[in-house]
T-cell receptor
Framework: DGGITQSPKYLFRKEGQNVTLSCEQN?????MYWYRQDPGQGLRLIYY???????QKGDIAEGYSVSREKKESFPLTVTSAQKNPTAFYLC????????????FGPGTRLTVL | KQEVTQIPAALSVPEGENLVLNCSFT??????LQWFRQDPGKGLTSLLL?????REQTSGRLNASLDKSSGRSTLYIAASQPGDSATYLC???????????????FGRGTQLTVWP
């Protein structure tokens, strides 16, 4: 089955802890993205990567970090510097070759206790 | 900066009605436009993709149109069913000349409820 997987589905974090959200795709897509979704706010772009070993900040990158060491994987670390990390996090990837259609994973809900 | 607006924010209709969801964007320099569906607590599912050179796309009971010059797209849902209840999001991909891939800009969505 081709697709995007995110783990875990639910994540609980104590204040002051760093946590890493996993995103893996087997669609052979070059570009990958991380979004944050809060009620009433819509989707906001955190980071995106167009190729391996390269990534760009989105609109709300402060308090987050990413890596792109493999084409298939784009993990997101939520650091203790992120003041309000409780949210629904969505990973996505895009096709290339001119079509550039975006597909999403099932999401991870992070709650800070 | 591209801004995407969706109207209405919420819509409640009886089963069987034909309905139209609206999306507008401020910068007409787009590469494509994509409509998504999101069920509560789930990821987004791609419904239709319209390239900037196209006027419309159809998939089953869904039809999406694009008027790039006026910055508008509509999603038409025919013969609505309770299973269509979800949030529908519109997103435009910027046309970043010189870059291989632009980013998507999302509207806040229209929450649709279809009651039996």
């Amino acid at each position: 089955d081709g697709g995007i997987t995110q783990s875990p589905k639910y994540l609980f974090r104590k204040e002051g802890q760093n946590v890493t959200l996993s995103c893996e795709q087997n669609l052979n897509h070059d570009a990958m993205y991380w979004y944050r979704q809060d009620p009433g706010q819509g989707l906001r772009l955190i980071y995106y990567s167009q190729i391996v070993n390269d990534f760009q900040k989105g609109d709300i990158a402060e308090g987050y970090s990413v890596s792109r060491e493999k084409k298939e994987s784009f993990p997101l670390t939520v650091t203790s510097a992120q003041k309000n990390p409780t949210a629904f996090y969505l990973c996505a990837s895009s096709t290339g070759l001119g079509r550039y259609e975006q597909f999403f994973g099932p999401g991870t809900r992070l709650t800070v206790l | 900066k591209q801004e995407v607006t969706q109207i209405p924010a919420a819509l409640s209709v009886p089963e069987g009605e034909n309905l139209v969801l609206n999306c507008s964007f401020t910068d007409s320099a787009i590469y494509n436009l994509q409509w998504f569906r999101q069920d509560p607590g789930k990821g987004l599912t791609s419904l239709l993709l319209i390239q900037s050179s196209q006027r419309e796309q159809t998939s089953g009971r869904l039809n999406a149109s694009l008027d790039k010059s006026s910055g508008r797209s509509t999603l038409y849902i025919a013969a609505s069913q309770p299973g269509d209840s979800a949030t529908y999001l519109c997103a435009v991909r910027s046309d970043d000349r010189g870059s291989t891939l632009g980013r998507l800009y999302f509207g806040r969505g229209t929450q649709l409820t279809v009651w039996p």
